[in-house]
């Protein structure tokens, strides 16, 4: 049989080897939860003492909540987190969050990623916790991403590339970034531009596709507005953990 996983908010019981949504779930699935079971495998590496950073989007609020489940079986943890909202979640699942000042170093830190291409790198910044996330990936021990298969591509750009620029001068800073050979937009919430917990802006760039990955992270944040792009080097990816609909995770190793 198939079976599908959910959060424990999806409403999900299991009753040996059947199980039954609640009836104020709205979904009803016959396939596994890729992104669940790429996050939980992930979770995995995370052990007793160990400082983790915790990502932002879909597929990191399942690895959130599963290192929420361990840190409730007891072991300890200790955590930073990439955006407000995951702090919020971490919270409400028992994470304890430490100031950045507090921590030695962060021993592994798990995300999700919008492309991974055939070498490992990636576009992030869906989320519009870009900056943040790249701090943090940068300065962890282990970076882990986790997906589901849907987001392993030959080539980068389908996704349009998100990149963080401050408010001040933004025409001219757009100006810029079209030069490099994209279309641009301003990422908006409802009618008004969405502004990331940093208060800058995020410039949504469409490259179609990306050939030369190093040249064009180094190209966008050499303009003068530009805080930080979304495209991460494979040279700070450890491990990317794929989920499939079938069940079945694969761990690619550099």
């Known amino acids: 049989y198939i079976f599908c996983i959910l959060s424990k908010s999806e409403g999900l019981i299991f009753l040996n080897h059947a199980f039954i949504l609640s009836i104020h779930s709205p979904y009803f699935c016959t396939t596994m939860n890729a992104k669940q079971l790429a996050a939980e495998h992930a979770v995995q590496f995370v052990k007793d003492g160990m400082t983790s950073g915790l990502g932002t989007g879909s ?8 290192i929420g489940k361990k ?7 200790k955590a930073v987190a990439s955006s407000v909202r995951s702090e919020d979640l971490a919270k409400e699942v028992g994470i304890k969050l430490i100031p950045f000042a507090e921590g030695e ?8 990623a919008d492309e991974v291409d055939k070498n490992h790198n990636l576009i992030k910044g869906g ?10 990936a940068f300065n962890s021990k282990q970076f882990l991403v986790i997906v589901d298969s849907s987001k392993i591509v030959e080539h980068l750009g389908k996704f349009p590339l998100p990149v963080e620029i401050v408010p001040f001068a933004m025409e001219l800073t757009l100006k810029q970034l079209q030069k ?3 279309s641009t937009s301003v990422r908006m919430n409802n009618t008004t531009p969405l502004i ?14 990306i050939e030369e990955v190093e040249q064009l ?24 953990i794929v989920g499939y609909e079938n069940g079945e995770v694969k761990v690619l190793d550099k």
């Open 105 to 112: 170093s962060i021993d592994i830190y798990i995300d999700g």
């Open 217 to 240: 992270h180094q190209l966008i944040n050499n303009i003068p507005g530009v805080v930080e792009n979304g495209l991460f080097l494979n040279k700070i990816v450890k491990k990317v």
């Open 196 to 209: 990331t917990d940093n208060g800058n802006l995020i410039i949504d760039c469409d490259f179609k596709k």
């Open 59 to 66: 597929t990191s609020a399942f690895a959130i909540e599963a």
């Open 180 to 182: 490099t050979g994209c």
């Open 127 to 136: 989320g519009a916790a870009l900056l943040r996330e790249k701090i943090l």
């Open 71 to 77: 840190v409730r079986d007891g072991i300890s943890i």
